[in-house]
Nanobody, 124 residues
Framework: QVPLVESGGGLVQAGGSLRLSCAASGRTFSTYAMGWFRQAPGKEREFVAGITGSGMSTYYADSVKGRFTISRDNGKNTVYLQMNSLKPEDTAVYYC?????????????????WGQGSRVTVSS
């Protein structure tokens, strides 16, 4: 078991910003792909953003392109999700995840470790 601790969620008005952090303890994940997923009540968990093990390539869901930015700091064993221009439809529980591989995948089943979830609520 590899703990992933998320922080930074909360309540924000539409148009505002939040930054989520996900810190891994124990074994380093510097060579592994990491991603962010979100899940709203009654909906499937969906891909939001991913970053390769090298940190050189990033991928985003169409719904968040131009608004969200994923980054990683391997020295801190941490991945971030900067969320700008938030919309009510971004409201969900956000999960960070680590995959045992260098490449990003867009399906939750491809990932091996998960954070506890961080709730983001965007008001109208």
């Amino acid at each position: 078991q590899v703990p992933l601790v998320e922080s930074g969620g909360g309540l924000v008005q539409a148009g505002g910003s939040l930054r989520l952090s996900c810190a891994a303890s124990g074994r380093t994940f510097s060579t592994y792909a990491m991603g962010w997923f979100r899940q709203a009540p009654g909906k499937e968990r969906e891909f939001v953003a991913g970053i390769t093990g090298s940190g050189m390539s990033t991928y985003y869901a169409d719904s968040v392109k131009g608004r969200f930015t994923i980054s990683r700091d391997n020295g801190k064993n941490t991945v971030y999700l900067q969320m700008n221009s938030l919309k009510p439809e971004d409201t969900a529980v956000y999960y960070c995840a680590v995959r045992n591989g260098v490449g990003v995948r867009r399906t939750p089943d491809e990932y091996n470790y998960w954070g506890q979830g961080s709730r983001v609520t965007v008001s109208s």
